[in-house]
């Protein structure tokens, strides 16, 4: 069975610091990747996806991510932190074609400090 | 980009009544659409996958009974919570995979639950 890992439950940075949150995850073959951010008591929003092709991947909001096959990471980074950043930030992996159920992992609290 | 709806946002209930939720993607059809509950501090569990026109697939351990799901409409998807209980209480959240959307999920903003 596929597993997500975020080993951070609580990272925090200053404004304007750089930021990795880390995510590994465990499964045969190379999943779909996602990125979700989530704000307090509302749902998930995608901040970025990976399915093939170029493995650096980008969003508007400047975060990124990285698929690293040898390491089975999609670790995400932003090179400046903004106060507006701090939530809850989800890795989760798909079964290409595997009916897109998703798996989650446990989730990394980012706090930012002024 | 496609949007996710949910009604309530909130709902304070007594133990014993039925609450339903109502989930739509507003801009876009889905043919599936996903039921996940969320505890404080923890991730999304999935509880059902919901497709349109056909029985709701349910996880290992969620009782099908007791979490209804319909899936009426491409834009529609509702799961009812049926004589909830304290231990029900929880934050239900929706998810929409577009049609178009090659293995993407699209999250509604939750919904949550209390039952006194």
């Known amino acids: 069975a596929q597993s997500v890992t975020q080993p951070d439950i609580h990272i925090t940075v200053s404004e304007g610091a750089s930021l990795e949150l880390r995510c590994n995850y465990s499964y045969g073959a190379t999943p779909y990747l996602f990125w979700y951010v989530q704000s307090p008591g509302q749902g998930l929003q995608l901040l970025l996806k990976y399915f093939s092709g170029d493995t650096l991947v980008h969003c508007i909001k400047g975060f990124e991510a990285e698929f690293k096959r040898s390491q089975s990471s999609f670790n995400l980074r932003k090179p400046s932190v903004h106060w507006s950043d701090a939530a809850e930030y989800f890795c989760?992996?798909?079964?290409?074609?595997?009916?897109?159920?998703?798996?989650f992992g446990t989730g990394t609290q980012l706090k930012v400090e002024l | 980009g496609a949007v996710v709806s949910q009604h309530p946002s909130r709902v304070i209930c007594k133990s014993g009544t039925s609450v339903k939720i109502e989930c739509r993607s507003l801009?876009?059809?889905?043919?599936?659409m996903f039921w996940y509950r969320q505890f404080p501090k923890q991730s999304l569990m999935l509880m059902a996958t919901?497709?349109?026109?056909?029985?709701?697939?349910?996880e290992q351990g969620v009782e099908k009974d007791k979490f209804l799901i319909n899936h009426a409409s491409l834009t529609l998807s509702t799961l009812t919570v049926t004589s909830a209980h304290p231990e029900d209480s929880s934050f239900y959240i929706c998810?929409?995979?577009?049609?178009?959307?090659?293995?993407?999920?699209?999250f509604g903003p939750g919904t949550r639950l209390l039952v006194l």
């Open positions: 998810s929409a995979r577009d049609l178009m959307g090659k293995e993407t999920q699209y």
């Open positions: 919901s497709n349109e026109g056909s029985k709701a697939t349910y």
């Open positions: 989760a992996v798909a079964h290409p074609g595997g009916g897109n159920k998703l798996t």
């Open positions: 801009d876009f059809q889905a043919t599936t």
